[in-house]
């Protein structure tokens, strides 16, 4: 097993040096309560699971180069299979365990991976898009509202009633203070934006109130989070799991990579 988020970086940094995972963001969500990281320093598979849901997923699946083509991948499934099984799950899923995951499901291009899932007898089911934007995008907010750093709590309480499905990484990102929130003329606070809550200059999650979308509130917010990242040292932000492609791309941003998510049925299950 590998036993730290060290060693996993390490692992990491041979089979996908192009992802710059570093040990913090793997201990985040590869270690996180629930999870488990099966393998060696060669080889290893993180997976994680919701009891409650009936679901597993393998968070992420790394084989060293020297170590590939000797079965090392299909064993490691295998393992994850068996992992998930015990745990109670129906269904065995990729990368799309939100609020905690490295990626929205499998790089299209990412040929060995997906020979390797759909020998498996993964199905295909879902896509994911992720988008690029420079840092130096600039908005200013409508009248009356004011874009700041979030070290409160108004946030949180704006995506516990409206957007609870994002506590958890907003949370993250408070923490980090790489969060920012619009408030309006009363103070109330009506959207919220970040970066880096999973990984490193990955941007989201992002909302706005639902009555005071298309009114420039959600890009000047965007704006504000370019702002950190460029301050930071970041010329370009990898915009995740993008559910709104029109208003991201009229913000200057560009489709970057594509992920295909995909389920495998556990026997007997």
Known sequence: MT???????????????????????????????????LGDADAAVAVTARDDLGIAWILLLAVRPEAQGRGRGRALVRDATRWAAARGARTLRLGDAAPRYLWPGVDVMNTRAGMLFESAGFTNDTVAINMTVTTTLRREPPPGVVVER????????????????????????????????????HGDTIAFGCHSANRAAWIGPMATDPER????????????????????????????????????????ATVSRVFRGAHLRLAGR
Do not use: M
């Not at 108004?154 to 995506?159: E, T, Y």
């Not at 990898?238 to 009229?250: D, H, M, P, Q, T």
């Open 3 to 37: 036993s730290d988020a060290a060693a996993l970086a390490d692992l990491c940094a041979a089979a996908v040096p192009e992802e710059r995972l570093t040990a913090e963001e793997l201990q985040h969500v590869c270690f996180a309560p629930g999870c488990d990281v």
């Open 150 to 185: 979030e070290t409160g709590g108004g946030a949180l309480a704006f995506a516990e009633r409206t957007y609870p499905h994002w506590v958890d990484e907003l949370a993250s990102a408070i923490r980090k203070g790489s969060a920012f929130a619009a408030r309006d003329e």
């Open 213 to 252: 979308q298309r009114s420039g509130v959600g890009s000047a917010v965007l704006a504000a989070v370019c702002a950190d990242l460029a301050a930071r040292g970041h010329a370009t932000g990898e915009i995740a799991w993008v559910s709104n492609l029109r208003f991201y791309g009229k913000c200057g």
